[in-house]
């Protein structure tokens, strides 16, 4: 009995391992996401979430994680994700550390999930993705929202 606990155990904790490093990272260093995103040219997409937000989970199991799997994305975008309500603390683009609640609060967020695509210089880049409406429609304006980030990153380098 005491092997088939630790079996058990041990699957679970795998189990929750696996679902974490498939999740949306949150925002902890944006002065290195964007260096990373400079440096193929790409884009930083943030979704702004709450905890118990049933539109957030879909936002993120249905769009960021998928397209973060996505291998072809590797090379045009870091996806990050900030907790509006949250005290964990970041460092922003230019560095300086800050909030999660507060980083929210000076980008306008009230509404989640909101998504922002940003440049490596964070600068918005896009309307931001506001709400979710249908399914049917988002993924659409998500993909619209990188291509377009992706397309004004990449006209502005010489």
């Not at 609640?101 to 922002?116: K, L, N, Q, S």
């Amino acid at each position: 009995m005491k092997r088939l606990f630790t079996l058990l155990a041990g699957i679970l904790a795998w189990a929750a391992m696996t679902a974490a490093a498939e999740g949306v990272p949150d925002a902890e260093d944006l002065a290195k996401d964007a260096r990373l995103a400079r440096s193929f040219q790409g884009v930083i997409m943030i979704a702004f979430v709450s905890d118990g937000c049933p539109y957030c989970k879909v936002v993120l199991d249905e769009f960021m994680i998928p397209t973060s799997r996505n291998r072809d994305y590797d090379t045009k975008l870091v996806m990050r994700q900030v907790e509006i309500g949250g005290g964990r603390m970041l460092r922003d683009f230019a560095g300086r550390r800050i909030s999660q609640g507060d980083f929210a609060g000076r980008h306008g967020i009230h509404m989640v999930p909101t998504v922002i695509v940003f440049s490596p210089d964070g600068k918005r880049l896009g309307p931001p993705l506001i709400g979710l409406s249908t399914v049917d429609y988002y993924g659409y304006y998500f993909n619209e929202a990188i291509e377009n980030g992706l397309a004004a990153v990449r006209q502005a380098k010489p």
